[in-house]
């Protein structure tokens, strides 16, 4: 897999995870150790995207 399409597939999850945690932030009773975990899987999608972005403008 090329790195672009690395990126590519890392933003995909982001957004499909920003969508689950929409979702479950609007249901009447939120799971907060649901919503805790996938804004930790987000953030660790987010710093890796940072990083292969960085590495391809070097």
């Known amino acids: 897999m090329s790195l672009d399409a690395r ?4 933003e ?5 995870l920003e969508r689950r945690i929409l979702d479950e ?6 799971d907060g150790q649901a919503l805790a975990r996938l804004k930790r ?5 987010k710093e890796e995207m940072e990083r292969l972005k960085a590495a391809t403008r070097h």
């Open 25 to 30: 932030d609007r249901r009447p009773l939120p």
């Open 41 to 45: 899987e987000k953030l660790k999608l």
């Open 7 to 10: 990126i590519a597939s890392l």
């Open 12 to 16: 995909d999850r982001h957004a499909a």
